[in-house]
Nanobody, 122 residues
Framework: QVQLVESGGGSVQAGGSLRLSCAAS?????MGWFRQAPGKEREGVAA???????SYADSVQGRFTISRDTATNTLSLQMSNLKPEDTAMYYC???????????????????WGQGTQVTVSS
C-alpha cells in the first residue's frame, strides 16, 4: 500500500529553519511539497522529478531546498529564513506519472500524506 508520512514540523521564530521529511513506501517519479493555510487553497511549494529537476514557488525560491534520498525513498524540504507567511500545514505528495520537469500543481499528484504543521512567529 502507498504511504507518505511527513515529519519535522514545529514552531519557530521568523528567520529560523526547519527540515521536513517525507518517508515514502515506494519509489515515485514525481514528488512534491505543498502547504495550506486556514482559509486558503493548497499551493505548491517545491517539487522533484525522476530526472532530478526541481521546481519552487516564487515565494520560497532561494530559501527552501527540496531533495530526495534514493536509498530510503525519502523526500526532504530544508526551509531556511522562515517567515510568518510560511505558516501552514505542509503536505507531501507523490505521483507515478512520467514527468521530465516537476510541477507544483496539486492536481498532478495522486497520493498525499497526512501533513505536518509549520508555525512561524514574528
Amino acid at each position: 500500500q502507498v504511504q507518505l508520512v511527513e515529519s519535522g514540523g514545529g514552531s519557530v521564530q521568523a528567520g529560523g529553519s526547519l527540515r521536513l521529511s517525507c518517508a515514502a513506501s515506494e519509489y515515485f517519479g514525481m514528488m512534491g511539497w505543498f502547504r495550506q493555510a486556514p482559509g486558503k487553497e493548497r499551493e505548491g511549494v517545491a517539487a522533484w522529478s525522476m530526472y532530478d529537476f526541481t521546481s519552487y514557488a516564487d515565494s520560497v525560491q532561494g530559501r527552501f531546498t527540496i531533495s530526495r534520498d534514493t536509498a530510503t525513498n525519502t523526500l526532504s524540504l530544508q526551509m531556511s529564513n522562515l517567515k510568518p507567511e510560511d505558516t501552514a500545514m505542509y503536505y507531501c505528495a507523490a505521483s507515478h506519472r512520467g514527468a521530465v520537469y516537476p510541477t507544483t500543481r496539486p492536481s498532478d499528484f495522486e497520493h498525499w500524506g497526512q501533513g505536518t504543521q509549520v508555525t512561524v512567529s514574528s
